[in-house]
C-alpha cells in the first residue's frame, strides 16, 4: 500500500497549522476591545472621564444602565459612529449583554481611529453582581 506524503505526516501538518493560525491570532485580536473588570471601569469613569458606551437593545437599556452612558445599539453603530467622534482621544468603555455585540462595536470603533476601547468584562450583568450603580429611566 502506497502512503502519500500529507497521510504520513498529517500530525505535522495540523501543527503547523495551529502554530500559524496563534502567529496570525494578535493581528486578528488588535482590532477589537480588551476586556476590563469593573473596578478598572471605574477607574476610567471617574479618573480619565471615560466614554460608556451602551450597545443593549432599547428595552435592554431601559431596564437598568450605567449613569451618564451613551446609548446606540450595536445594529445602529455603523450608521452613527460619528456622533462618538468627539470622544475618540478619551477611553470608551462598552457595555452589553454577553455575546458578539460588545466585539462587533469595539472593532467598529478602533477601525475609525478610537486607541482606548475598552469591553466591560461579562457585561452589564458584571455591573450589576458588582452592585455599581444604574439608572432605570432613559434619558
Do not use: C
Request: glycine residues 6%; aromatic residues 8%; neutral net charge.
Amino acid at each position: 500500500m502506497e502512503s502519500t506524503f500529507l497521510v504520513d505526516n498529517v500530525f505535522f501538518i495540523i501543527a503547523a497549522m495551529l502554530s500559524g493560525g496563534m502567529l496570525l491570532w494578535p493581528l486578528i485580536a488588535r482590532n477589537s476591545a480588551r476586556e476590563i473588570d469593573a473596578q478598572r471601569a471605574v477607574r476610567l469613569i471617574n479618573y480619565e472621564d471615560a466614554l460608556v458606551l451602551d450597545v443593549r437593545d432599547d428595552s435592554e437599556y431601559a431596564s437598568g444602565h450605567l449613569p451618564d452612558a451613551k446609548h446606540i445599539p450595536v445594529e445602529s453603530i455603523k450608521d452613527r459612529w460619528s456622533e462618538l467622534e468627539k470622544f475618540k482621544d478619551k477611553p470608551v468603555v462598552i457595555i452589553f449583554t454577553p455575546g458578539l455585540r460588545a466585539g462587533q462595536a469595539g472593532t467598529l470603533l478602533r477601525k475609525n481611529g478610537f486607541a482606548r476601547v475598552f469591553n466591560l468584562s461579562g457585561g452589564i450583568e458584571t455591573w450589576q453582581r458588582e452592585n455599581l450603580p444604574l439608572v432605570k429611566k432613559s434619558k
